[in-house]
């Protein structure tokens, strides 16, 4: 096993594998925020007329990918923005379009479809080192953005009206989100392919949610989900049993999903306590004296403590108690 990652081609699969888990995930917190989860799934399939270009003039995929990728992504923020289709209907005609265009120029220009199989659904193990240079440069790129400019992101994804109040430029942020966006499919497309690279966008940001409170935290925790399920799946397809075919890519999705169907009964408990101790979520029930508590709250009175202003309620029996005096307010 020790012998099998020292083989370069492994090291340079496993550093497109960090790089990529964590440049995915990182762009992919703000478009579940922004409600366009499956963003990543369009772009992906407008870069597949990008590889389709670069495979046909001779030049480098990745960086036409690049070029059709951006230009798509820019092109249904334009659509979105401007309110002449709504989002769905501006994904649907990447979809289409994108993949019908890199199949169409593909056949025109002689190549073999099954060429675009190793960019449709990855192919890490076979990664050059220039490759993983790229990876590496642009993943440092969409990383510094997505983290360096979280404030800015996080209240134009949250609300765009606030923020425009605030004076930021909701259109640039918007754009450079579509942007980062597609630059963060063309560096997965290596590693878990054009058609699963919005899996490892979302998935990792789902399973953080179920245990975090805070966009930042979700961030992170987020970013690092995406690096175990990238170095995850790429072991468990390398070390497979002898004579199966296990794809890497595909392979990354499933233990992405993996970690999230893990993390939901977490989630869940964790969602009912937040219930129970949430200062008044819903309608605020009337305040009201109760002189005929059973017994004092305490520290060790063995019911949940929730600070509450500038004092502690106690969970009990469905409501929360306070004491003021010698008696207690039922909140």
């Known amino acids: 096993m020790i012998d099998l990652l020292s083989l370069p081609f492994m090291q340079r699969a496993l550093i497109a594998a960090i790089f990529t888990g964590l440049a995915a995930p990182a762009v992919g917190t703000y478009l579940v925020q922004r409600r366009l989860a499956l963003m990543g799934d369009g772009i992906g399939h407008v870069a597949v007329t990008g590889v389709a270009v670069g495979l046909v003039t001779g030049t480098s995929p990745t960086w036409t990918a690049v070029v059709v990728a951006v230009l798509g992504a820019i092109l249904i923020e334009v659509i979105r923005e401007r309110g002449h289709a709504n989002g769905d209907v501006a994904l649907a005609l990447l979809f289409y379009g994108g993949l019908a265009g890199g199949v ?85 497309m290596r590693t878990v392919g054009l058609l699963l690279v919005s899996a490892l966008m979302v998935v990792p940001v789902a399973t953080a949610q179920q245990v975090t409170r805070s966009f930042r935290s979700t961030l ?37 999903l993996l970690g999230f169907v893990l993390a939901w009964p977490a989630g869940v408990l964790i969602r009912q306590r937040r219930r129970r101790e949430a200062p008044f979520a819903g309608d605020v029930p009337p305040e009201h004296l109760t002189t005929d508590h059973e017994h004092l709250h305490g520290k060790e009175c063995g019911h949940p403590a929730v600070p509450h202003g500038d004092h502690i309620d106690y969970v009990h029996d469905g409501h929360r108690h306070a004491a003021h005096g010698k008696h207690y307010d039922e909140h």
């Open 104 to 188: 169409l120029i593909t056949g025109l220009g002689g190549q073999s479809t099954l060429r675009l199989q190793q960019y449709l659904f990855g192919s890490i193990t076979s990664i050059t080192a220039g490759d993983v240079v790229v990876t590496m440069a642009l993943a440092a790129v969409v990383i510094t953005l997505c983290v360096g400019l979280a404030p800015q992101l996080f209240a134009v994804a949250l609300d765009e009206e606030f923020a425009r109040v605030a004076g930021l430029s909701t259109r640039f942020y918007n754009v450079l989100v579509a942007v980062v966006a597609a630059v963060s499919v063309t560096v997965a």
């Open 220 to 256: 992170w925790l987020a970013m690092g989900l995406g690096v175990l399920a990238s170095l995850g799946g790429l072991l468990v397809s390398t070390f497979a049993p002898y004579g199966a075919d296990v794809a890497p890519g595909p392979t990354i999705v499933l233990v992405a």
